[in-house]
């Protein structure tokens, strides 16, 4: 468990946070070196397809044993200076790849892009609507309770006057009763 934890930790230092703060300084300089932004925008791209495919794959790898490891030496790898595998896994591995059926990813991206805003608009629709009803209805039982207290405080209150007078008179009825002198 600390083992875990110490290996996300680092992933996210040495995988994400160093990273960007290189990315940073690049374009921070005051003469940005394009090699060296290039470099950046590559890992970054990298970095990008690895945690799609390690959200979709997620079950199927994350059980292997020192899969943390191997993710943060193949972080390490990809941005090490010594190594810079950002270059060999992009020219040799996902530029071919992606030339090879970018039409194809683009078409796919469009389509996604046009359902995923007519799946918005309708549930905002949807959700509009039904909100607005709930609403109305909330209101109309607010009103109704306060209607029914109103009344029921109303009813109370006469109530409350009329037992009073009867018992009253009751009770001085009785007590004119016993002083009147029996017939």
């Known amino acids: 468990m600390i083992g875990e934890f110490v290996t996300r930790s680092l992933v996210l230092v040495l995988g994400y946070a160093y990273p960007a703060f290189q990315c940073f300084k690049s374009l921070e300089k005051?003469?940005?070196?394009?090699?060296?932004?290039?470099?950046?925008?590559?890992?970054?791209?990298?970095?990008?397809?690895?945690?799609?495919?390690?959200?979709?794959?997620?079950?199927?790898?994350?059980?292997?044993?020192?899969?943390?490891?191997?993710?943060?030496?193949?972080?390490?790898?990809?941005?090490?200076?010594?190594?810079?595998?950002?270059?060999?896994?992009?020219?040799?591995?996902?530029?071919?790849?992606?030339?090879?059926?970018?039409?194809?990813?683009?078409?796919?991206?469009?389509?996604?892009?046009?359902?995923?805003?007519?799946?918005?608009?309708?549930?905002?629709?949807?959700?509009?609507?039904?909100?607005?009803?709930?609403?109305?209805q909330f209101l109309q039982f607010v009103g109704s309770q306060s209607a029914r207290m109103t009344h029921s405080n109303s009813e109370n209150r006469d109530d409350r006057r009329s037992n009073a007078n009867p018992q009253s008179s009751t009770m001085f009825g009785m007590f004119k009763n016993k002083r009147q002198p029996p017939k």
């Open 30 to 136: 005051n003469r940005v070196d394009i090699r060296e932004l290039r470099f950046w925008c590559q890992y970054w791209i990298i970095v990008a397809v690895l945690t799609i495919l390690e959200r979709i794959g997620d079950a199927f790898v994350s059980w292997l044993p020192m899969y943390g490891e191997m993710k943060l030496a193949l972080f390490i790898y990809l941005w090490y200076p010594k190594t810079m595998g950002t270059g060999f896994v992009y020219d040799t591995l996902l530029r071919p790849y992606v030339t090879k059926h970018e039409i194809d990813i683009d078409r796919s991206l469009i389509e996604f892009r046009d359902r995923a805003w007519n799946l918005a608009i309708y549930y905002w629709q949807n959700c509009t609507e039904l909100g607005s009803e709930k609403i109305l």
